[in-house]
């Protein structure tokens, strides 16, 4: 068996040890997955590159510490992703805070200009707004079950529920974003119900 054909919880057993190659090969799985879900969260595709390295990064710290239970790493990378974004909000809430203190006149910020150019960052932000007004639990379902096409099953494992109660999460959040956002921005469907 070669090592592109193994699983991904055999891969982490061999990173857990120390093997770069295994580690870099469930990179290469599910970096582009985890990079996605970094920019439904953040609406930067900058951010988001940033963020998916954090994310790596900290997963090869905690390898040693963490075992899979899954034959797929992604739902726990997702997991992770979710909460780095969250220390990042965080960390860029306080730095605007301390910001804003400063003494000095204000400059215009071109970046916001250019970002606010790009159609697929303009219309993230307005689907972020709404996502935010949904209760945190319907968020994590919809974005590991609808944007990131993690099955019910995993996602309910991840997030410690049944998985009946992920299906009704996600379809709650749904219909809330059938409200908020007319016409929709984006198809609200997960991998398990596209055709």
């Known amino acids: 068996m070669t090592i592109e054909n193994r699983t991904d919880r055999e891969l982490w057993d061999d990173a857990r040890g120390g093997d770069g190659g295994a580690f870099g090969l469930l990179f290469d799985r599910h970096g ?10 953040v609406g930067s595709w900058g951010a988001a590159e940033d963020l998916t390295q954090a994310v790596f990064l900290l997963a090869w710290r905690k390898r040693a510490r963490v075992r899979m239970t899954s034959d797929s790493a992604l739902p726990w990378l997702l997991s992770v992703a979710t909460n780095v974004v969250r220390t990042h909000h ?3 809430t306080r730095w605007l805070r301390i910001a804003r203190r400063l003494p000095g006149e204000d ?7 250019v970002v606010g150019r790009i159609d697929d960052e ?13 209760p945190r639990n319907q968020q994590e379902a919809l974005g590991l079950c609808v944007w990131s096409g993690v099955s ?3 996602a309910a ?20 974003l059938r409200d908020l956002l007319t016409p929709p921005i984006v198809a609200l469907t997960t991998s398990e119900e596209a055709p």
């Open 32 to 41: 582009r997955a985890v990079y996605n879900h970094c920019f439904r969260l």
């Open 90 to 92: 965080r960390s860029m």
């Open 107 to 113: 400059v215009p910020d071109h970046a916001e200009e």
């Open 122 to 134: 303009r219309r993230m932000v307005e689907l972020l707004a709404a996502v935010r007004e949904l």
């Open 152 to 154: 019910y099953a995993e």
């Open 157 to 176: 494992a991840v997030l410690g529920i049944a998985e009946v109660s992920v299906r009704a999460r996600v379809s709650k959040a749904r219909a809330r």
